[in-house]
């Protein structure tokens, strides 16, 4: 990888639930999650069942690390199901060759360490929080900070967005967010990320509203990537007997909308409804391509470098 290389990669695209099987092998059936790496650490957006083939990587590529303790942060949009269902299975969280950092968001009135714990409770799933062997830092990440996760330094560090911080690399990551209300029942975080002078705007799990949702647009304006929510077809959405209005999600035309008026270089959709085969996604894709220049449909194993 050169010094200046950015790069996503598409873990799990699916929203709500794992569909896997032949319907799917081409977008994939695994839940949220994305990798972004820049020269020295992984940042996982999100922690669905896509992180668990990521944990085998991981483990793979770093076998020779020379007992050197490498740090991998994971940044939660908020604490469903399907943005928490891999972690258990994450196999690096039980390696004592690495270090987990784990930020997001306090909802309902709880911190996120406290919602992971209850999320694996032994009514739930068989292994504790605990569990998790690894050196490991579960921490809110609160609307007035910014994560900076640097390639000199080895721990993510928490700063308020206002305070000017030295020292910082074109090469390191910076991480801004907003809490938007619009999913059910206490919000969601929208991240952006910035490094090597490029932007990535990750908002999942928000529903648009007519004419654009301004926060988004704003937070996003100019982002050289936009990952968004796309769960629905028009029609799903404004279905008379089935309407999806308030589940939390945007339609195709929402990401669009917001992407046009954000002005972003490239947009993809995400967080793509389980009952949509490869087929419909297909379908889907050629659509959105009607609405905004460069769009695609989020893959498993796409890969975006910056
Ligand atoms: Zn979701
Ligand atoms: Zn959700």
């Known amino acids: 990888m050169q010094h200046n290389d950015l790069l996503i990669r598409f873990w ?13 092998v081409k977008y994939g059936g695994n839940t949220s999650c994305i990798e972004i790496r820049n020269k020295k650490h992984v940042l996982i957006l999100d922690a669905g069942t896509g992180i668990i083939p990521l944990g085998e ?30 972690l258990p299975f994450f196999k690096p969280a039980y390696h004592k060759n690495y270090a987990m950092y784990v930020f997001g968001p306090e909802l309902l009135g709880r911190d996120i360490e406290t919602s992971l714990i209850h999320a694996m409770e032994p009514e739930y799933c068989p292994v504790k929080l605990q569990d998790l062997s690894a050196e490991k ?3 809110n990440f609160k609307i007035d900070e910014k994560l900076v996760i640097r390639n000199s330094t080895y721990h993510p560090q928490l700063f308020k967005k206002e ?57 996003a304006k100019g982002a050289d990537i936009l990952i968004h929510d796309a769960q629905y077809l028009a029609d ?59 769009v695609c449909a989020g893959r498993e194993g796409m890969e975006i470098w910056l």
């Open 57 to 86: 990587k991981v483990l793979n590529e770093r076998t020779n690390s020379n007992g050197e303790v490498l740090p991998i942060t994971v940044l939660l949009s908020h604490t469903h199901h399907d943005h928490i269902q891999g």
């Open 12 to 24: 799990g695209v699916r929203g709500s639930f794992p569909v896997p099987g032949p319907g799917t």
């Open 137 to 139: 830092l579960i921490r």
């Open 163 to 219: 305070t000017v911080v030295d020292d910082v690399d074109p090469g390191d990551m910076v991480i801004t967010s907003f809490k938007s209300l619009s999913h059910p029942t206490d919000g969601v975080y929208i991240y952006k990320i910035k490094a090597n002078g490029k932007t990535i705007v990750y908002s999942t799990d928000i529903e648009g509203v007519p004419g654009g949702d301004e926060q988004v647009i704003q937070f």
């Open 236 to 294: 799903e959405y404004s279905d008379p007997i089935a309407s999806k209005k308030g589940y939390g999600h945007s339609t195709l035309e929402m990401a669009c909308e917001v992407a046009n008026k954000a002005d972003v270089n490239k947009l993809v959709l995400y967080h793509h409804d389980p009952s949509h085969d490869d087929s419909e996604m297909d379908k889907i894709e050629e659509q959105a391509r009607n609405l905004f220049s460069d």
